[in-house]
T-cell receptor
Framework: GAVVSQHPSRVICKSGTSVKIECRSL??????MFWYRQFPKQSLMLMAT?????????EQGVEKDKFLINHASLTLSTLTVTSAHPEDSSFYIC????????????FGPGTRLLVL | DAKTTQPNSMESNEEEPVHLPCNHS???????IHWYRQLPSQGPEYVIH???SNVNNRMASLAIAEDRKSSTLILHRATLRDAAVYYC??????????????FGQGTILTVHP
């Protein structure tokens, strides 16, 4: 199957700093990428949908000014957590799809963020 | 979004078949049935998907009811590496949802040696 990578795999930062997470599709062009967040012992929650070359669509309750998403190319999307606080500590996972609709989504390995 | 219902947990013995059920009574005609699984501290892994007909791949089989209101993921011979949380998700192929996935709680599969 298709491969999606994330970098970094884990990051520890101080409260108030910004953290950027990269999501890359390695062997296919991702028209659409998705960003999820998962807290311990909970399921994945979709944060936003990004399409190459256009603004991301955020889910209800997700602050677009805090979670900046850029999808500048067909193989790269970035999520920047701005002014991170301890409550932002979570497992962030991206997925990528070759297209919309019924196309399969392939997930990255996730990024563990710990904000001190 | 159409919802799915799965048992919270199931157990199996190694090398035995496992049938993981999923109910989706409000499925629409353009909803694909997707299955993913997730191991601890990893991103979900695609398992299989289908629309109306049963599907087979190297990982599993997907049996879809004739009325499409339920489906069953079949692992033919469970191994310890199959222990994971299994998610049954409906993905809409139409509209403006871009095929986003809504994850439920899934089924925790425990495989005993």
């Amino acid at each position: 199957g298709a491969v999606v990578s994330q970098h970094p795999s884990r990051v520890i930062c101080k409260s108030g700093t910004s953290v950027k997470i990269e999501c890359r599709s390695l062997d296919f062009q991702a028209t659409t990428m998705f960003w999820y967040r998962q807290f311990p012992k909970q399921s994945l929650m979709l944060m936003a949908t990004s399409n190459e070359g256009s603004k991301a669509t955020y889910e209800q309750g997700v602050e677009k000014d805090k979670f900046l998403i850029n999808h500048a190319s067909l193989t790269l999307s970035t999520l920047t957590v701005t002014s991170a606080h301890p409550e932002d500590s979570s497992f962030y996972i991206c997925s990528a799809s070759e297209g919309s609709g019924g196309k399969t989504q392939y997930f990255g390995p996730g990024t563990r963020l710990l904000v001190l | 979004d159409a919802k799915t219902t799965q048992p919270n947990s199931m157990e199996s013995n190694e090398e035995e078949p496992v049938h993981l059920p999923c109910n989706h009574s409000t499925i629409s005609g353009t909803d694909y049935i997707h299955w993913y699984r997730q191991l601890p501290s990893q991103g979900p892994e695609y398992v299989i998907h289908g629309l109306t007909s049963n599907v087979n791949n190297r990982m599993a089989s997907l049996a879809i009811a004739e009325d499409r209101k339920s489906s069953t993921l079949i692992l033919h011979r469970a191994t310890l590496r199959d222990a994971a949380v299994y998610y049954c998700i409906l993905r809409n192929a139409g509209g403006t949802s871009y095929g986003k996935l809504t994850f439920g709680q899934g089924t925790i599969l425990t495989v005993h040696p």
